[in-house]
């Protein structure tokens, strides 16, 4: 499962990082778009175009996995933020079931309807030539299926924990990082007290 999951955070992690890329090449395309058309008047043909269809396009589904990987999803906790661990992870079971077969059905839809538009060439008209727009259908999919199988791994993970009190899939998320910090700072407290470490403001000492 731990391999698995290692294999989808990485590919989740490199399609995300192309995700940041592309913020970075839309950008600038619209600096120098906008440059030129006031400093030139000779705006760059095509900007608002391949911006709608593939920067815009790729900077909602791309992140898509890695933002399910980091528990990255907005979650209101009006009345989960007092249950026991195990029966919060039965609503967060029910959750990444109902988030999986829904993302699944996304990404085969998406898939196909991108198998279609890939063959038959699908092309949006500008005033002076046609920009290919096919590679963008192709976005929805990929993030959605990322999405779709961290889904899936979370919900054995809950499954697990409902039955075993054993997580099986790593904590990625921000909050968990803190957590760990923190617990480390605490260690590192601790320890101090017993004489063994000193921390101070200006760093550490050992005995």
Same mark, same amino acid.
């Given at each position: ?7 989808? +955070?990485?590919? !989740? &992690?490199?399609?995300?990082?192309? &995700? &940041? ?9 619209? +600096? ?16 608002? *175009? ?16 890695? =933002? ?30 109902? &988030?999986? =077969? ?9 898939? *196909? *309807? ?37 889904? =899936? ?19 990625? +998320?921000?909050? !968990?990082?803190? *957590? ?24 550490? +000492?050992?005995?």
């Amino acid at each position: 499962m731990r391999a698995i999951e290692a294999v989808a +955070s990485r590919v !989740s &992690g490199f399609v995300a990082m192309i &995700g &940041g890329i592309i913020i970075v090449l839309m950008m600038t395309l619209v +600096s120098l778009d906008v440059a030129m058309k006031y400093i030139l008047h000779k705006p760059i043909t095509g900007t608002l *175009e391949i911006t709608s269809a593939y920067f815009m396009v790729a900077l909602v589904w791309l992140p898509l996995g890695a =933002v399910t990987r980091d528990h990255e999803h907005l979650e209101v906790e009006l009345f989960t933020q007092h249950l026991a661990p195990r029966n919060l992870a039965w609503f967060k079971l029910f959750g990444c079931v109902l &988030g999986a =077969v829904y993302a699944g059905i996304m990404s085969f839809q998406g898939f *196909e *309807e991108a198998i279609h538009q890939t063959e038959i060439g699908e092309v949006w008209e500008t005033a002076t030539f046609d920009i290919p727009v096919y590679g963008a259908r192709w976005f929805m999919p990929i993030g959605t299926l990322l999405a779709a199988i961290y889904l =899936v791994l979370y919900a054995l993970d809950n499954l697990s924990f409902i039955f075993t009190g054993k997580r099986i899939v790593p904590d990625h +998320s921000q909050h !968990s990082s803190v *957590e760990a910090a923190l617990a480390e700072a605490e260690k590192a407290t601790a320890l101090g007290k017993d004489g063994n470490l000193t921390v101070g403001r200006g760093g550490g +000492s050992a005995d």
